[in-house]
T-cell receptor, first 114, second 113 residues
Framework: AQSVTQLDSQVPVFEEAPVELRCNYS??????LFWYVQYPNQGLQLLLK??????LVKGINGFEAEFNKSQTSFHLRKPSVHISDTAEYFC????????????FGRGTSLIVHP | EAQVTQNPRYLITVTGKKLTVTCSQN?????MSWYRQDPGLGLRQIYY???????DKGDVPEGYKVSRKEKRNFPLILESPSPNQTSLYFC????????????FGPGTRLTVL
């Protein structure tokens, strides 16, 4: 079984400032890792994913995340946010074999102020 | 346009009245799934389907049924809805070779009185 902890339920930040959204996971097996974004009144959209290889993963809209196996973390970062980045962000994990059931974190609300 | 559609988008019903939420995708995806989203709990998978006539339980299947008679459609059935099924529901689909990249529908907000 896996679990995902998103350490901040809400992150307020000013426009053009850097941001980091934190995600830690727990699993007894190897996992794939994902970040999704949900804009108001919309479904989720995949931002980026880590399957294997380089631990630094680049996604859409200028976001990136780094997989740290020793700290079981997959934090999401952006060097300069825009108002349009205001949304809910979800971290998720899925076992690499067997179960196709992903486990999502509870979400972090990113609020970008002008 | 490639998309996942859900109907209805909003539904208010009463306890015990059977309902169906439809989900359709036009991307020829093998994999489809249903999630519910509740405040403070994130998304939890209800059921998923790897292909036509193949369905499996997710984390929270109790009180729900699904069917996959056609590749494009994956309806969610609540035979006897209860207030604890009030939630925001999302359907998603993905290619069998790229299940990790799921495409989500716009959501169905269900209220059971």
């Amino acid at each position: 079984a896996q679990s995902v902890t998103q350490l901040d339920s809400q992150v307020p930040v000013f426009e053009e400032a850097p941001v980091e959204l934190r995600c830690n996971y727990s699993s007894s097996v190897s996992v794939y890792l994902f970040w999704y974004v949900q804009y108001p009144n919309q479904g989720l959209q995949l931002l980026l994913k880590y399957l294997s290889g380089s631990t630094l993963v680049k996604g859409i809209n200028g976001f990136e995340a780094e997989f740290n196996k020793s700290q079981t973390s997959f934090h999401l970062r952006k060097p300069s946010v825009h108002i349009s980045d205001t949304a809910e962000y979800f971290c998720a994990v899925r076992a690499t074999g067997g179960s196709y059931i992903p486990t999502f974190g509870r979400g972090t609300s990113l609020i970008v102020h002008p | 346009e490639a998309q996942v559609t859900q109907n209805p988008r909003y539904l208010i019903t009463v306890t015990g009245k059977k309902l169906t939420v439809t989900c359709s995708q036009n991307m020829n995806h093998e994999y489809m799934s249903w999630y519910r989203q509740d405040p403070g709990l994130g998304l939890r998978q209800i059921y998923y389907s790897m292909n036509v006539e193949v369905t499996d339980k997710g984390d929270v299947p109790e009180g729900y049924k699904v069917s996959r008679k056609e590749k494009r459609n994956f309806p969610l059935i609540l035979e006897s809805p209860s207030p604890n099924q009030t939630s925001l529901y999302f359907c998603a689909s993905g290619r069998q070779g790229a299940i990790n990249e799921q495409f989500f529908g716009p959501g169905t907000r269900l209220t059971v009185l």
